[in-house]
């Protein structure tokens, strides 16, 4: 029995999170475990009527679970920044989530955009630093408002936070078992502080694991190569700001939003699963978004939970589907409305 709290959240979240429940039920019949769900209102509508974002007691509330089931956070009529920093980096940082995990796996030849490349060239996995770097909100306006203001951003990196990451993806690298490889990601050549400490740390780590080769990548040089040559890749490495970068243009060459999953993970507490395209406020209840993307958060969020029969299944299932009966990944040209797809999936597993 799993304790698994949901949270919706915002446009089209609701209803991909739908689904993907419906998922996790049959794969729970099928493989023999049970979840207890609660839902939370955390978003956008919620902020709307009372205010209120994301306070420490609903922090120590989620504590409770074995993990969270995230939709999408974002709304129109919300100022970007508030819900993004107020509920998703709360989260991140509270819960102590250091890892995004992003798998990018090519399906089917059909939906990449990239000329030639087939599934077995698109199959890596990017490990980003989630909870220092850029996105740690330190900075400052000097001058503000005047011809000499200044505006300070600080990429904020400890030796502990860098490490912990290292550390995890060569791990993630040697638990793949795959082509063993694991690239860092950076710039190494401009950033002469955040990076020395990434490289060094790097070098440092990769002494303890001799089964792994290991290389550096410049982050511009990454996304040439994730276009002209992605089967160069196994387990990438990288900081907060690449890796939201360059995920983004993994999850194109996959074939789109819609298949994207991703995890923020803590392994020694509680993590959160989501599809990484946002909340496509301009589709919500018209029943058109692609709902694999939420799907396969879901078969990320039970491989961690160690029902790793379950989220094969899943991934099956998902497989199965793309490619032998949806048109599109792309939503509104599926062939399918949003609840047929889940549907289908559950049929197929």
Same mark, same amino acid.
């Given at each position: 029995? @799993?304790?698994?709290?949901?949270? $919706?959240?915002?446009?089209?979240?609701?209803?991909?999170?739908?689904? *993907?429940?419906? !998922?996790?039920?049959?794969?729970?019949?099928?493989?023999?475990?049970?979840?207890?769900?609660?839902?939370?209102?955390?978003?956008?509508?919620?902020?709307?009527?009372?205010?209120?974002?994301?306070?420490?007691?609903?922090?120590?509330?989620?504590?409770?679970?074995?993990?969270?089931? +995230?939709?999408?956070?974002?709304? $129109?009529?919300?100022?970007?920044?508030?819900?993004?920093?107020?509920?998703? +980096?709360?989260?991140?940082?509270?819960?102590?989530? @250091?890892?995004? %995990?992003? $798998?990018?796996?090519? @399906? &089917?030849?059909d939906f990449c955009p990239l000329k030639d490349k087939k599934p077995e060239d698109i199959d890596f996995v990017v490990v980003r630093e989630n909870s220092e770097?850029?996105?740690?909100?330190?900075?400052?306006?000097?001058?503000? *408002?005047?011809?000499?203001? !200044?505006a300070l951003q600080i990429s904020y990196n400890t030796r502990k936070g860098v490490e912990r990451c290292i550390r995890y993806a060569f791990e993630y690298c040697?638990?793949?078992?795959?082509?063993?490889? %694991?690239?860092? !990601?950076?710039?190494?050549?401009?950033?002469?502080? &955040?990076?020395?400490?990434?490289?060094?740390?790097?070098?440092?780590?990769?002494?303890?694991?001799?089964?792994?080769?290991?290389?550096?990548?410049?982050?511009?040089?990454?996304?040439?190569?994730? #276009?002209?040559?992605?089967?160069?890749?196994?387990?990438?490495?990288?900081?907060?700001?690449?890796?939201?970068?360059?995920?983004?243009?993994?999850?194109?060459?996959?074939?789109?939003?819609?298949?994207?999953?991703?995890?923020?993970?803590?392994?020694?507490? #509680?993590?959160?699963?989501?599809?990484?395209?946002?909340?496509?406020?301009? @589709?919500?209840?018209?029943?058109?978004?692609?709902?694999?993307?939420?799907?396969?958060?879901?078969?990320?969020? %039970?491989?961690?939970?160690?029902?790793?029969?379950?989220?094969?299944?899943?991934?099956?299932?998902?497989?199965?589907?793309?490619?032998?009966?949806?048109?599109?990944?792309?939503?509104?040209?599926?062939?399918? &409305?949003?609840?047929?797809?889940?549907?289908?999936? !559950?049929?197929?597993?």
């Amino acid at each position: 029995m @799993y304790k698994i709290a949901v949270i $919706p959240g915002d446009g089209t979240g609701p209803e991909v999170i739908r689904e *993907g429940m419906k !998922v996790l039920a049959a794969a729970g019949k099928k493989f023999g475990f049970s979840y207890d769900a609660t839902t939370f209102d955390f978003g956008g509508e919620r902020y709307l009527k009372t205010g209120k974002i994301l306070d420490d007691s609903d922090v120590n509330e989620l504590r409770k679970y074995a993990a969270i089931y +995230l939709g999408a956070i974002g709304h $129109p009529d919300v100022k970007p920044g508030i819900l993004e920093k107020g509920i998703l +980096l709360k989260l991140r940082f509270d819960l102590d989530q @250091y890892i995004n %995990l992003r $798998p990018v796996k090519l @399906y &089917s030849s059909d939906f990449c955009p990239l000329k030639d490349k087939k599934p077995e060239d698109i199959d890596f996995v990017v490990v980003r630093e989630n909870s220092e770097g850029l996105y740690k909100g330190m900075g400052e306006f000097k001058d503000k *408002g005047t011809k000499d203001e !200044v505006a300070l951003q600080i990429s904020y990196n400890t030796r502990k936070g860098v490490e912990r990451c290292i550390r995890y993806a060569f791990e993630y690298c040697r638990a793949r078992n795959k082509r063993k490889k %694991l690239t860092l !990601v950076g710039k190494t050549n401009v950033l002469t502080y &955040s990076f020395d400490l990434w490289e060094r740390v790097f070098h440092e780590v990769a002494k303890e694991y001799p089964d792994i080769t290991t290389d550096y990548a410049h982050v511009d040089a990454t996304t040439m190569w994730f #276009v002209k040559n992605p089967e160069w890749f196994d387990v990438l490495v990288t900081d907060n700001l690449f890796g939201d970068i360059i995920t983004d243009l993994g999850a194109m060459i996959q074939g789109g939003m819609g298949i994207a999953a991703g995890g923020n993970i803590n392994p020694a507490g #509680v993590s959160m699963f989501e599809p990484i395209g946002g909340s496509a406020p301009k @589709y919500t209840g018209k029943d058109v978004i692609n709902p694999l993307a939420a799907i396969c958060a879901g078969g990320m969020m %039970l491989e961690t939970l160690g029902e790793k029969k379950a989220a094969a299944a899943i991934e099956a299932a998902v497989i199965k589907v793309a490619t032998t009966q949806m048109k599109s990944l792309a939503a509104g040209k599926m062939g399918y &409305s949003t609840t047929q797809v889940g549907d289908l999936v !559950v049929k197929s597993l």
